[in-house]
């Protein structure tokens, strides 16, 4: 059932936020700024192997939208947390392999579309 992946993500990626990161922005009195994310959604050498090459590569793709989908979902919530660096930007497309950058893939298409409405929103 996707919706339940979804919340499950959801729910893992805000609990990991809430516990291990919040207390150093409380403790400090500053805002947090993630200097690395790396979106989960990437296929294990199994998984790679049990789905044929372009199933494997929509299933890649699809896990990592709903990982940064849930990022930036639980930052928007997170008045504590300023910023985000997304980590691996490879230098060239990777969109044809299964990588755990962004460039090229769908994912890259959602950060691209909510830094936009982000930085409007602070012009």
Known sequence: DDDATRKE???ALEANLDTNYAWMSEASGKPFFMHQF????ILSPYEVDRLPGKKA????WQ????????LLNAI???DWIVG???FPYDMTNA?????????????EQLLAKWARRIT????
């Open 95 to 107: 969109g044809g392999i299964i990588t755990a950058s962004i460039r090229g893939k769908p994912a």
């Open 120 to 123: 409007a929103i602070t012009e």
């Open 84 to 86: 985000v660096n997304l």
């Open 9 to 11: 993500i959801q729910d």
């Open 63 to 70: 896990q990592q939208v709903r990982w940064h989908r849930a």
């Open 38 to 41: 790396n979106a989960g959604g």
């Open 76 to 78: 928007e919530e997170r």
């Open 57 to 60: 590569l929509r299933e890649h």
